[in-house]
């Protein structure tokens, strides 16, 4: 089957606005049954980006999990994708904005726990495994014991992390998180463009089936295929002003050196002269 590459904003977007889609992918994810879901799409733009009629963003969802005591608590995720190290920058950004987020529970203002997801597509140096779960534990440091209650106080001022790699999923299908990753594998693509991809695995599993489907609208309907194509040429074209950028930097830095450097020189020098002066007027 052909598919789209979902680690593109426009596919990733089209396959989280379909509630059962993105529940899946959530709740494997998060290992928790996810009871309803509302997304809030946060977009942003860059300038280069208007040219080509694109916005990227990140997904932020209001969420109802059950727990593993099988309690409902509702908590707020941001999902974000990084296809390049330079995107990272913005996440912490993002992530300060959600603390400032309130909602209306039982008609009064509430700080919700906020869980965090990211999607990357480069290697993280070290990390070695394709999904890695960031967890957060209270341990007494008196008693030198860990707690095994929560309080509403620190879950809202802490955070659970969970971090994709795409470029080290292994290509395995036999757990539920197997079968979610197996459509982010960076592999098999057609063509050197890298949009789309022959999905090679059966989907014997219903939800991993409608997300296939998804996938593989996006990646054979040519309206689809342009805005991807859109969103690619408009990151190679950030990347090249950013690489452009960082070279004049680089290079304004080094003259500012070189001056410095002839600065000090001439400071030298000066000294220098300064000495033999005294010495002529102390004779």
Do not use: W
């Not at 395995?172 to 090679?200: A, C, H, P």
């Not at 680089?250 to 220098?272: G, H, N, P, S, Y």
């Amino acid at each position: 089957m052909i598919i789209a590459n979902p680690i593109y904003d426009v596919v990733f977007k089209r396959l989280m606005e379909n509630d059962r889609a993105a529940k899946f992918f959530l709740g494997t994810l998060l290992g928790q049954e996810v009871e309803s879901l509302e997304m809030q799409p946060q977009e942003f733009t860059h300038d280069i980006e208007e040219l080509f009629g694109i916005r990227l963003f990140r997904l932020d969802f209001m969420a109802v999990v059950r727990t593993d005591k099988g309690e409902s608590k509702k908590i707020l995720i941001e999902v974000q994708k990084a296809k390049e190290p330079t995107d990272l920058m913005r996440f912490r950004n993002y992530l300060a904005e959600q603390y400032k987020k309130q909602e209306i529970i039982n008609q009064k203002k509430t700080t919700l726990p906020i869980t965090t997801i990211y999607i990357l597509g480069f290697p993280l140096p070290g990390i070695e495994t394709a999904c890695v779960h960031v967890a957060r534990q209270y341990r007494d440091m008196i008693n030198e014991s860990i707690l095994d209650k929560k309080n509403d106080f620190i879950e809202c001022l802490t955070h659970d992390s969970y971090v994709v790699q795409v470029l080290r999923i292994t290509g395995k299908y036999k757990t539920r998180l197997d079968k979610l990753l197996s459509v982010f594998e960076q592999k098999n693509f057609v063509g050197d463009s890298e949009i789309i991809k022959e999905y090679e695995h059966e989907t014997d599993d219903e939800d991993v089936k409608v997300i296939a489907n998804i996938l593989h609208h996006a990646g054979t309907d040519p309206e689809s295929r342009k805005e991807i194509e859109n969103e690619q040429e408009a990151r190679r074209t950030i990347n090249e002003m950013l690489a452009a950028k960082e070279k004049k930097n680089l290079q304004t830095i080094e003259e500012q050196a070189k001056a410095l450097d002839e600065k000090d020189k001439l400071l030298e020098e000066q000294r220098k002269l300064i000495e033999e002066l005294k010495k002529q007027l102390k004779k």
